[in-house]
């Protein structure tokens, strides 16, 4: 069983994008990535997901979104949207992203994600749209296909993950071997967003601190979009 490892970034994003917006330049922050702190030294994965896994029911906001962003180092990421961990997703897609890119672009300290549909026809939600163009500070990806339904994998993380209101890590679960074969090891990193809809063809989710104050200078922020 692999080691408990930090995902090379996301906690410096966590860090970042803890800042409340209303405290002055050059205060505190750093909410969710003190949580970390404060967790005791852990040995393996498994460990992780338990002890993360008993959180308060008060930890998540009413209007919070948990936001997962997963895949194998050597693999492409997805990102599951829920209303909360314990709930199916409402909204999943493997980006056209590496995940090991992803990583990258979250150790600059900002990170977007717009995903923009170009239907023009409002008979299915804006969460419904099937193709998805995908762009990340900016540059275009590639376009990607909304998931209709949750593959065995993406189920079993997810159902892992069940208790986890905020954390990122490395998955139990592959030896070895395995973990060669699948494109590395499975990395994740959870956190608690805001969602905020602007109209039938636009929403936004932000990343929001554990005591449910909206993240200063929205660190990481995702933008669905239909073009009209």
Known sequence: MP?????????SLLRRAAGDRRSKPGGGGGGVFRMFKLLPMLTSGCKVVGLL??????MLADKAMAVTLF??????????IQED????????????LLTSALHKEMASGLVKIALESETRTHRRKLVEEHVWAV???GRKSGYSMRRKQVSDEERHVLQLLRGVSMGA????????????????????????????VGSRDSESFYM????????GGAELSIFLVRLK
Do not use: H, Q
């Not at 895949?71 to 599951?80: H, I, Q, Y």
């Not at 929001?208 to 993240?215: C, H, T």
């Open 135 to 137: 762009y990340c500070n």
């Open 169 to 196: 890590g490395v998955l139990p679960g592959l030896s070895e071997k395995e973990a060669a074969a699948a494109d590395g090891e499975m990395t994740y990193m959870r956190a608690r967003f805001e969602r905020v």
């Open 71 to 80: 895949g194998f180092r050597r693999g492409r990421v997805s990102l599951a």
């Open 208 to 215: 929001i601190n554990p005591d449910g104050a909206a993240a």
């Open 3 to 11: 080691s408990v490892m930090e995902i090379p970034g996301a906690v």
């Open 53 to 58: 896994g008993k959180p308060s029911k008060g």
């Open 85 to 96: 961990p314990r709930s199916p997703p409402f909204f999943l897609i493997e980006l056209p």
